[in-house]
């Protein structure tokens, strides 16, 4: 986003907010209402503090711990590889500013 809008604070801004509240830092993922339990699951910023809390803390034993595990990998995996392909097809349409 910020190579089409010029400006890294919105981009920024919006992935830190969502990194937040998706993530576990204000508040445990299992207390969660509803959609937004449900939408923090499906999303990849639970990896980030609430996997490990939760591996540590024993919530998540055995098979759901390295089932976690895994699914943290394979969104490294998948955001890994769309960043790649967004950036070489944005990369074409990069316009370089300055003097």
């Known amino acids: 986003l910020i190579f089409y809008t010029h400006n890294n604070y919105g981009p920024f801004a919006t992935r830190i907010s969502l990194h937040q509240v998706f993530s576990g ?3 445990p993922l299992d207390l969660y209402p509803g959609l937004m339990g449900t939408l923090a699951a499906w999303l990849p910023f639970r990896h980030v503090i ?3 809390c939760a591996i540590w803390l024993g919530r998540l034993r055995g098979d759901q711990a390295w ?6 990998a394979l969104w490294a995996l998948g955001l890994m590889l769309a960043g790649r392909a967004i ?3 944005i990369r074409r349409h990069l316009t370089i500013q300055g003097g």
């Open 25 to 27: 830092v204000f508040a």
């Open 50 to 52: 609430y996997t490990p």
């Open 67 to 72: 089932t976690a595990l895994g699914e943290q």
């Open 87 to 89: 950036f070489s097809s």
